[in-house]
């Protein structure tokens, strides 16, 4: 009955675990599965309120959607480390819902909190593709597109606004491309790029998806390292 026990279990946890395809340092496939208890195998998460469990807030369905209710704000991150990389991914906004808020963080580093220091690729509607760099993560950009400000919660933040208006309405999907090269990071939005900054502080640090109080929806997640010269 002991034997028996655990193989209904092993079969309990591959029922429940249904990949995102991504890569690791090293190039070899990552499944980012959901176990039974909700935690996303590959991530951590953080979230404002700290007794939410991970599987409140984020859910991965049968079809390889990963689902964000949207609150508590905070974040999933992965638990390995990236400087350069080439990240592929596709969100929406879910059908029926109104455009809201949401963001990918890279090269996050520090303590965890709302919110950490980080460059932001922008999902925010109408603002998808600005860049912002929080709690003082540096770069720099074309003058008439930069804004730097000091926050009495967030600290100091530096906006780049992007080039270009390419999300799609709400319940259709986007396609974002972000490169991370040493100084540089690009951004495009369904085959289109909108936004380059540069100058960008080079540190290895997390990948985050946003809870920012609006669901919001993320899929085919792709990680691939990129060797830059700066490194």
Known sequence: MQHLSLILASIALLIAAVPLTAQDDTGTPLLISQRPDGELLGFGSFHEQPDTKTKDVWTLNGHGV?????????????????????????????????????????????????????????????????????????????????????????????????????????????DYEIVVDGDVVTLTINGQQVNRAEGCDVTAGKICLTSEGNPIEFRNLRITPIESAQE
């Open 66 to 174: 990963l689902a964000c209710r949207g609150e508590p704000k905070g974040y999933i991150y992965t638990q390995k480390d990236y400087t350069s990389f080439r990240l592929t991914l596709q969100w929406r906004w879910p059908t029926g819902s109104e455009p809201g808020s949401g963001g990918v963080l890279v090269r996050m580093t520090g303590e965890h909190k709302i919110w950490p220091k980080c460059l932001e690729a922008q999902i925010n509607a109408p603002d998808a593709g600005d860049f912002w760099g929080l709690d003082g993560y540096r770069f720099a950009g074309p003058d008439d597109r930069r804004t730097e400000l000091t926050h009495p919660q967030f600290g100091k933040l530096t906006n780049l606004k992007k080039t270009a208006n390419a999300e799609r309405p709400a319940g259709e999907w986007n």
